[in-house]
Nanobody, 128 residues
Framework: QVQLVESGGGWVQAGGSLRRSCAVS????????LAWFRQAPGKEREGVAA????????YYTDSVKGRFTISRDNALNTLYLQMNSLKPEDTAMYYC?????????????????????WGQGTQVTVTS
């Protein structure tokens, strides 16, 4: 049984940092992808960052490039999202996800329906 359990959300002032964690168990697809999504009220779920397990290649949405870093601790089976220089527009519910979006099509990691397993979501609030 695949489980993704998130931690590390919360509240921070603009310019601050937070680190999200996602403990992954039962997911054994070496060809798969782990990703972070976010969803703000009234908006669609948005792909924030992704890492393809087999090759370690990472992708980011433009609005977080240079500020967020996705990483994975293989020994702990944990996915991380380090978020620096946070802005009020980063406020959203953040979710980790696991699935097998094609790496051949560069944008497929952004599509929520390409992911089969999801964490419970944790709120991140950035105040100005």
């Amino acid at each position: 049984q695949v489980q993704l359990v998130e931690s590390g959300g919360g509240w921070v002032q603009a310019g601050g940092s937070l680190r999200r964690s996602c403990a992954v168990s039962g997911y054994v697809y070496s060809s798969g992808c782990l990703a972070w999504f976010r969803q703000a009220p009234g908006k669609e779920r948005e792909g924030v960052a992704a890492i393809y397990i087999a090759v370690g290649r990472t992708y980011y949405t433009d609005s977080v490039k240079g500020r967020f870093t996705i990483s994975r601790d293989n020994a702990l089976n944990t996915l991380y999202l380090q978020m620096n220089s946070l802005k009020p527009e980063d406020t959203a519910m953040y979710y980790c996800a696991a699935g097998e979006p094609s790496m051949s099509y560069g944008g497929s990691w952004r599509i929520p329906t390409n992911f089969d397993y999801w964490g419970q979501g944790t709120q991140v609030t950035v105040t100005s």
